[in-house]
Nanobody, 119 residues
Framework: QVQLVESGGGLVQAGGSLRLSCAASGRVYEIVSMGWYRQAPGKQRDLVATISSGGSTNYEDSVKGRFTISRDNAKNTMHLQMNRLKPEDTAVYFC?????????????WGRGTQVTVSS
């Protein structure tokens, strides 16, 4: 089992910045990939960015050049630096971890942190 706890959400004006953090605990040595997803009211949960255990990153097109995902393996934490925020970035942001040890992969989710961008 892996436990994920997000922090860093809040209310910010358009053009501002926020830094989200995700703290992982439990069987963190099984984590092969982590990522951030977001879900706006009435919409599905969508990918924002992912980072592999080796540091390879992937971003959703609308956040490229504005958001930066990073990972501190020694501290078992992941961050999402969000710059030049837009009202359409408003959503609940969820931390995700994919684990694999000796069998199939497993998905773990945090409870989410609210990000609200005012215009």
């Amino acid at each position: 089992q892996v436990q994920l706890v997000e922090s860093g959400g809040g209310l910010v004006q358009a053009g501002g910045s926020l830094r989200l953090s995700c703290a992982a605990s439990g069987r963190v040595y099984e984590i092969v990939s982590m990522g951030w997803y977001r879900q706006a009211p009435g919409k599905q949960r969508d990918l924002v960015a992912t980072i592999s255990s080796g540091g390879s990153t992937n971003y959703e097109d609308s956040v490229k050049g504005r958001f930066t995902i990073s990972r501190d393996n020694a501290k078992n934490t992941m961050h999402l630096q969000m710059n030049r925020l837009k009202p359409e970035d408003t959503a609940v942001y969820f931390c995700n971890a994919i684990t694999q040890w000796s069998g199939p992969t497993a998905d773990y989710w945090g409870r989410g942190t609210q990000v609200t961008v005012s215009s």
